[in-house]
């Protein structure tokens, strides 16, 4: 089974390089930024299954750079980090096409459910795609 690539974007170091050693202690592929703008140069030039973005962060904020992410690529699944008082922005995440949001302080078995959630979602997509361009290859070959 494959691992997911997870990309986490968090301005909060500790918090970002605390979470990433318990995602990869939990055998995922784990890549962390501290920016949107380092967000959208990671997805720009790497393939990640789930991104963790956090909503509230200086200059590009999360609602920003989930919007950038999603002209780049917008089959990646997102979910977003938020705290109590940004719940509303959460939700306007979700209609912007956020998989889900988790609050924070999050707790980890939580965040790995949503994680594994969207990351099946994810993969049953990119399976339809798959089915759907060999079809229209056998569909153009002569007979």
Avoid: W
């Avoid at 968090?10 to 501290?34: A, I, N, Q, S, Y």
């Avoid at 909503?55 to 979910?79: H, Q, R, W």
């Amino acid at each position: 089974m494959p691992i997911p690539r997870i990309l986490i974007v968090d301005d909060e170091e500790r918090f970002r390089t605390t979470l990433g050693k318990r995602l990869t202690e939990r055998e995922l592929d784990v890549v962390t930024v501290g920016s949107g703008i380092e967000a959208i140069d990671e997805v720009k030039h790497r393939l990640y299954d789930v991104i963790i973005l956090d909503i509230k962060m200086p200059g590009l904020d999360g609602i920003e750079t989930l919007a950038e992410i999603k002209k780049i690529n917008s089959v990646i699944e997102v979910i977003l980090l938020t705290g109590h008082a940004s719940v509303d922005s959460a939700v306007e995440g979700m209609r912007l096409g956020a998989y889900d949001y988790v609050l924070k302080p999050c707790d980890i078995e939580q965040l790995l459910e949503r994680i594994n959630g969207a990351y099946e979602v994810k993969a049953a997509r990119d399976e339809r795609i798959r089915q759907a361009e060999i079809r229209k290859l056998i569909d153009r070959s002569p007979t």
